[in-house]
């Protein structure tokens, strides 16, 4: 389709049987949904909101460095942040503003996995993070269990080991194999 020029029969039929004058429709209110919701006229051109995005996501981005942060979801994200008051802030309904650098306590160990795959998964990634061969109790020193997980790690080591995947010059500590 050419714009400005007359649509052919077969150009009008798919334009029919693609239902693309509803969707067109559609979209339309959704713009004009989200343009009521920034406060913005609706009948912007693409520039114009490009250039209002981009000078929110400056304003947003000056508030953040300062502390500031806007929460979308106030029930749920600052829960996971691990800010108090969270029920409190959600009940009230109103734009919440928190500081984005949180205050550093002790940080939990995750627990080793359980299952054989998920074990093999996690060793791999402690490999692949390290940029020096790892023996089995620095792998365990980064779980909960500490050394109570190390022989199940040696025992994934030797398995992986085995299959090629990682190497060891002394039979002690551990690399990911690199490709040339």
């Known amino acids: 389709m050419r714009a400005g020029e007359p649509l052919t029969a077969a150009e009008e039929a798919i334009k029919t049987k693609g239902l693309v004058l509803i969707?067109?429709?559609?979209h339309d209110k959704i713009d004009a949904l989200?343009?009521?919701?920034?406060?913005w006229p609706a009948d912007l051109s693409d520039e114009d909101i490009l250039a209002r995005l981009v000078a929110l996501n400056a304003q947003r981005a000056a508030e953040e460095k300062r502390g500031l942060?806007?929460?979308?979801?106030p029930d749920y994200q600052r829960a996971r942040a691990g800010i108090a008051d969270a029920q409190a802030a959600a009940e009230s309904g109103a734009q919440i503003a928190a500081p984005l650098v949180l205050e550093t306590g002790k940080t939990q160990k995750p627990s080793f996995p359980s299952s054989e795959v998920e074990r093999t998964a996690a060793v791999f990634a402690a490999l692949a993070m390290a940029v020096t061969p790892l023996d089995a109790a620095s792998i365990?020193?980064?779980y909960r269990q500490g050394a109570r997980a190390e022989p199940a790690v040696l025992r994934v080591l030797a398995a992986l080991a085995r299959l090629g995947h990682i190497h060891s010059a002394d039979g002690k500590s551990f690399a990911l194999r690199r490709a040339a």
């Open 23 to 26: 969707v067109n429709e559609l």
């Open 34 to 39: 989200v343009a009521q919701a920034y406060g």
């Open 69 to 73: 942060v806007r929460w979308l979801r």
């Open 140 to 142: 365990a020193r980064m």
